[in-house]
């Protein structure tokens, strides 16, 4: 299975700082806004992965995550030249995930639970179709939503419904098989000009192979995409590590505890770091490591 990491768009809703920095690149507590839609892909088991930004970012996101190596990974990237709606990111990633089943994340989805890990291998076991996440939100007019059935399967999905169809918003996380590509290809353009994920998903829907999983209570979701959603983010992550003296979003714990680099790949990382809370913490690790593992990385995985 191959990742897609959409971090693109004019990220309008920041302006005017991400006139001038990315809006991915922006701090979430004590880490990049991307590190956490990238231990996501890494927590389902993900090691290749295409990063789609702008041409201004790509830059700027590469030289903050390489080619992802240092992890046990493998980054590509590529120029989104004009953002055009999610589903955007199946036509300019159809090379990369042709012939595989793949997982597209939005880059500015936060997700936390002690129990995500299941989550994401729950959306794995499908054979075949789309996997959508469903969440509980108090104002689904403004999401993409889903309306689900008895038997937990979806029955209707609409884009921010003027009309109350049901509580349950789509998530920014998607798991596709591999006919995802062609499909993206017949996509057209929606009233407001964009290749619309809802579409997309609808075909699915309309084959009857649209599964949908519902994130309880005991999920975080958080978009930090906006000005206050940022500071709610930052905050939500600080209360969290603090208390529990555990990092979210560790991209170099979860490529540790996952076996994607092993202790001599880690340490090398840690010596390459400059002395900072963060190298203190992954030190601590390294020598008190049987505290990590009770958890596994799922338990504070964004």
Known sequence: MRGILLAGGNGTRMFPTSKAVSKQLLPVYDKPAIYYPLSTLMMAGIREVLVISTEKD????????????QWGMELQYVVQRRPEGIAQAYLLGAEFVKGHKSCLILGDNLFYSDSFEQYLSRAKTFSGGATVFAYRVSNPES???????????AVRIEEKPQQYISPWAVTGLYFYDATVGDKAKRLKPSKRGELEITDLNRM??????????????????????????????????????????????????????NGFIDVGQLHQLIHSYPQCSYRQYLERMVQNPEIHMIRKPGSAVA
């Open 204 to 257: 699915y829907l309309s084959e009857g192979t649209l599964n949908v999983i519902r994130l309880g209570r005991g999920v975080a979701w958080l978009d930090m995409g906006t000005p206050e959603n940022l500071l709610a983010s930052s905050q939500f992550v600080q209360t969290i590590e603090q208390r529990q003296g555990l990092k979210i979003a560790c991209v170099e714990e979860i490529a540790f505890l």
């Open 143 to 153: 999401f993409g939503v889903v309306e689900i059935d008895e038997s937990e399967r």
């Open 58 to 69: 790509i830059p700027l996101i590469q030289s903050l995550l390489g080619d992802g190596r």
